[in-house]
């Protein structure tokens, strides 16, 4: 079954830098596109960056743009965020996400467990 694992969450100061990453299991990782959201307390999951299956096209969310990039091995079934210049308003739990679509149409959501990133001095 697929399986999404973050790792690499934690404590940094203003301004630091933090790398994520999620292994991905139980299906065919270079022929889909991938995602990170993350997840502020009492607010809604948003979207933080996007990457193609090939990893040759991104998209970011206005705020984390030149500030942090997604990256992706297919050869090690692996997802990257580089994050840089963190603020304290970055603080969240960080998701690994994917979908599929099937010939009806249907999407099936796929979500790691989550990985806490928190800014603070």
């Known amino acids: 079954q697929v399986q999404l694992v973050e790792s690499g969450g934690g404590l940094v100061q203003p301004g630091g830098s933090l790398t994520l990453s999620c292994a991905a299991s139980?299906?065919?990782?270079?022929?889909?596109?991938m995602r990170w959201y993350r997840q502020a307390p009492g607010q809604e999951r948003d979207m933080v960056a996007q990457?193609?299956?090939?990893?040759?096209?991104?998209v970011y969310a206005d705020s984390v743009k030149g500030r942090f990039t997604i990256s992706r091995a297919n050869d090690k079934d692996a997802l990257y965020l580089h994050m840089n210049s963190l603020k304290p308003e970055d603080t969240a739990v960080y998701y690994c996400?994917?979908?599929?679509?099937?010939?009806?149409?249907?999407?099936?959501?796929?979500w790691g467990q989550g990985t806490q990133v928190t800014v603070s001095s």
């Open positions: 139980g299906f065919a990782f270079s022929m889909y596109a």
């Open positions: 990457i193609s299956s090939a990893g040759g096209s991104t």
């Open positions: 996400y994917t979908w599929t679509t099937n010939s009806a149409g249907v999407v099936t959501d796929y």
